[in-house]
């Protein structure tokens, strides 16, 4: 395989609908939030039909539903580790349905005054309701990967993302449709929401086996190992560990901001599009209600197209190249709308006025493009925080992490809800409308550093021994061009004999070592991807984004070995690896005494070996300097040869002095001390099959 290989393809939404488990679980998450959304907005209706300003009684019902969630996540997510998911989800369902149908009894009068002196036991059934859905969304996150394979759990997780996406934007507009509807009503809404509960209950109970084991038993007990039953203490300890991880994991920390930071701007921009429909564009009560559901329609299109793509993308494309543009995307699209007016029609005349209005409206269809992109950017960024989530967190943590994730998300709830609740004014909404964009453009820098921090969790831990996909691949061309240019003007760079180094089939590119820019400078000497060998803790921690645009190769410090088979790998694919056998920066720029591990590396990966002298790196940046100095440098490809793979360790350890004794020559110095086992060859006496390779 070259080093320019195909990316194999992602996972689509067709393979993961093909398996039996994830429908169950997909369309028993949609029906449940379709249920909760269809019977708050039953008992909203309700309310409006009683009370003449029903504002109050809607925002009492909205915190009823929010507020349990907000106090009960922290403890909710031990009990979802330690208890079997599978009888949790179709548990909350069951004993929802017939909760849900009490509200039969008390709407049974909701248009009569007498209902005004109960509806508070309506308020009291709601946050009874709430507090029995809190396990649902850890329990359902948690148990992603028990019904998908971890190829698919990304674009996976997005699809389940979106269930709650389309409950709010679906929910709430069909849940007022069918209340406000003399012939259905608020009380012919609930059975709907009762019905879709039932079949929550079925898609959970057909759930796998694999979603009943405890998360707290994975990778600490054996399957078949019985469980103890969890206790109170049990589940405290549990908490209280869950809060740790939490905190100590700063990717996981990034994550929750990222979704809080969503849910602000969601909950934020939904009361301010109906303000700005009536205040800004000023646009009559039937139009105002058709750009409505334009505008949440386009935004739900945006949505599902942003989760999608980011989730079937996830596992090839960095956090960094996702999580900061979502939010260009989003603050972009906010300052577009929030930023157009339309002309207030009012004291106009007949004629101007219907001209006015229809230039309004107009101007209203324009911003539904601009609706699309703001849905695109939040669906990029909440398609991704799951399937992060996912990749970053330990199993035995699954329930307690995506507890705090919703403790966080509820309250990014209820603060917009609660700012609006205390002062609903026009001038409020004006100076939200003007500040939220601006802050959010602001917040991409620090969305690129939070990424930064998700991007190092979760593709640091991979082997890093993959063919470099297409990111990388272009993160490593843009990079060679950045050093190529820098070392074209400030240091002169330039490369003598590069059509010797072979266009394809694996090579090796073994270099001089008098500065620490040399990798980046035999890098330009060719067109071809180099990678190098370096320690996996550096690849490990916060550089190594960077790292890995430079297509480097992690190994483990535990020996030479592990760096042999990792390049003996990348070789095989037919890739180029550039060392040097030197093994370490030389202290006065003289050659010192090579290494044949270098060599032995070729000849077991049938690679070509290609020596290379760097001349003038010693002069512009030698070992002890800090700033570079504008010196001239020459790359110098010598004469290419290739190792027989049957080549004893005597003649691979004469290969490696002939590699030096060529970059000596370019270089014009004297010719390093030959290698050990070189030099015992000479006196005639036996090999050290102990001496170092």
């Keep these: 395989m070259s080093d320019s290989a195909n990316e194999r393809p992602g996972p689509s939404p067709r393979t993961v609908f093909a398996q039996g488990a994830f429908l169950c679980l997909f369309f028993g998450s949609l029906a449940g939030t379709l249920g909760d959304r269809l019977y708050q907005m039953a008992s909203i209706g309700a309310v409006q039909l009683v009370f003449e300003d029903a504002s109050k009684q809607i925002a009492l019902i909205t915190m009823a539903g929010v507020?349990?969630?907000?106090f009960l996540y922290p403890l909710i997510g031990s009990l979802v580790d330690n208890v079997d998911r599978r009888r949790l989800l179709w548990a909350i369902f069951l004993t929802k349905a017939p909760l849900v149908l009490l509200f039969i009894a008390m709407l049974a009068n909701s248009d009569s005054p007498q209902f005004k002196d109960y509806w508070h036991v309506v308020l009291a059934l709601v946050f009874v309701l709430s507090v029995v859905t809190v396990p649902f969304g850890p329990a359902r996150a948690s148990a992603i990967p028990d019904v998908v394979e971890e190829a698919q759990q990304g674009i996976s997780a997005s699809l389940i993302a979106t269930t709650g996406l389309v409950s709010i934007l679906g929910g709430t507009t069909l849940g007022s449709y069918l209340a406000a509807r003399p012939d259905i009503g608020p009380m012919r809404t609930i059975p709907v929401a009762a019905a879709l509960f039932v079949v929550a209950v079925v898609c959970f109970r057909s759930l796998p086996a694999t979603v009943s084991l405890r998360n707290t038993q994975r990778k600490t007990q054996e399957d078949t190992q019985p469980a103890s039953k969890p206790t109170a203490g049990i589940l405290l300890r549990d908490t209280w560990d869950g809060m740790g991880y939490c905190l100590r994991n700063r990717a996981v920390l990034a994550l929750v901001v990222f979704e809080a930071c969503f849910w602000v701007c969601a909950v934020a921009y939904y009361v301010l599009h109906e303000w700005?429909?009536?205040?800004?564009?000023?646009?009559?009560?039937?139009?105002k209600v058709i750009h409505f559901g334009l505008g949440l329609g386009c935004a739900g299109v945006g949505l599902f197209v942003g989760a999608?793509?980011?989730?079937?993308?996830?596992?090839q494309l960095s956090p960094l190249i996702t999580y900061m543009p979502s939010f260009l995307l989003i603050g972009g699209a906010m300052?577009?709308?929030?930023?157009?007016?339309?002309?207030?029609?009012a004291g106009l005349d007949g004629a101007l006025q219907?001209?006015?209005?229809?230039?309004?409206v107009s101007l209203a269809r324009g911003l539904l493009p601009w609706l699309f992109v703001l849905g695109l950017g939040g669906g990029t960024l909440l398609g991704r925080i799951d399937a992060d989530m996912l990749a970053i967190v330990e199993e035995r943590m699954r329930g307690r992490v995506f507890a705090l994730k919703g403790f966080f998300f509820t309250a990014a709830l209820l603060g917009p809800l609660m700012l609006f609740a205390l002062d609903d004014s026009e001038a409020v909404r004006d100076a939200i409308a003007r500040m939220l964009p601006t802050v959010l453009l602001l917040a991409a820098i620090g969305a690129f550093i939070l990424s930064w921090l998700v991007d190092c969790a979760i593709f640091s831990q991979r082997s890093g021994l993959e063919p470099p996909g297409l990111a990388e691949r272009i993160a490593y061309r843009f990079g060679r061009l950045c050093s190529w240019l820098i070392s074209k003007l400030y240091f002169r760079y330039t490369v003598v004999g590069a059509d010797k180094i072979p266009k394809s089939g694996p090579v090796l590119l073994a270099a001089n070592h008098a500065s620490f820019l040399d990798p980046f400078w035999l890098g330009c000497c060719t067109h071809r991807i180099v990678r190098y060998i370096m320690h996996s803790s550096y690849y490990r921690g916060i550089g190594h984004p960077f790292f890995r645009a430079l297509a480097t190769i992690p190994v483990d410090a535990s020996g030479t070995l592990g760096a042999l088979r990792?390049?003996?790998?990348?070789?095989e694919q037919g890739g180029v690896v550039g060392m040097f056998p030197e093994g370490h920066v030389s202290d006065d720029g003289q050659l010192q005494e090579p290494k044949s591990g270098a060599l032995f590396l070729a000849q077991r990966g049938g690679a070509t070996v290609v020596p290379v002298a760097i001349k003038g790196n010693t002069a512009a940046f030698p070992r002890w300097y800090k700033v570079p100095r504008p010196r001239k440098i020459t790359i110098i490809v010598t004469e290419p040869f290739t190792i027989p793979k049957d080549a004893s360790r005597e003649e691979v350890a004469a290969a490696t002095d002939r590699v030096m004794e060529q970059i000596a020559q370019a270089l014009e110095m004297p010719p390093?001390?030959?290698?050990?086992?070189?030099?015992?060859?000479?006196r005639g006496e036996a090999p050290d099959r102990n001496a170092e390779t």
């Excluded at 999608?308 to 596992?315: A, E, I, N, P, S």
């Excluded at 990792?566 to 070789?571: D, R, S």
């Excluded at 030959?674 to 015992?680: F, L, P």
């Design 67 to 70: 507020v349990p969630q907000f």
């Design 276 to 287: 700005h429909a009536a205040s800004r564009l000023h646009l009559a009560d039937r139009e």
């Design 308 to 315: 999608l793509t980011v989730g079937k993308f996830c596992r």
């Design 335 to 345: 300052k577009a709308i929030l930023t157009t007016s339309g002309q207030d029609t």
């Design 354 to 360: 219907e001209t006015t209005a229809a230039a309004n």
């Design 566 to 571: 990792a390049g003996k790998q990348v070789l």
């Design 672 to 682: 390093p001390p030959k290698t050990k086992v070189e030099r015992k060859r000479e």
